[in-house]
């Protein structure tokens, strides 16, 4: 068997990458293939619903910073019961995270990680979120 293992038929490092327009009008095809990932490493409904709020408040924080004309930048680790989802922007001059507000309270209370770089020239969200049906690591 090669080095690469195999979950349900997708390799446990696979990624996905997907490029949009920063406009909040795109958040739902964020949304839909969110969704659709999590559904093929067998998240639960509940678990599905979660990440979609999640990676809804992760993009409009992102969005929140993103300079004119800039794209949304979302990459997705796909791994055994576990999805990485970062979502970025080219931003100029990025205000420094707000971990008090609500959406970064929703975002932490939802995801089993999150984090936030707030960098000049870029900014970005990360989260993890595990299927309730994954084994404990």
Avoid: K
């Avoid at 409904?45 to 004119?68: F, T």
């Amino acid at each position: 068997m090669s080095e690469t293992n195999i979950v349900r038929g997708i390799a446990a490092h696979a990624d996905v990458e997907l490029r949009l327009p920063a406009d909040s009008a795109y958040a739902s095809v964020l949304r839909t293939l969110t969704a659709g990932l999590a559904a093929r490493l067998d998240f639960t409904m509940d678990d599905i619903e979660d990440l979609r709020i999640a990676v809804s408040e992760a993009a409009a924080m992102v969005l929140d910073e993103a300079d004119p004309g800039a794209d949304l930048d979302c990459r997705f680790r796909l791994g055994d019961g576990r999805l990485t989802v970062v979502v970025s922007t080219t931003a100029a001059d990025p205000a420094e995270p707000d971990y008090e507000s609500f959406g970064w309270q929703v975002l932490a209370t939802l995801a089993e990680e999150a984090s936030i770089d707030a960098a000049p020239g870029t900014y970005s969200v990360c989260l993890v979120m595990r299927s309730a049906l994954a084994p404990a690591t």
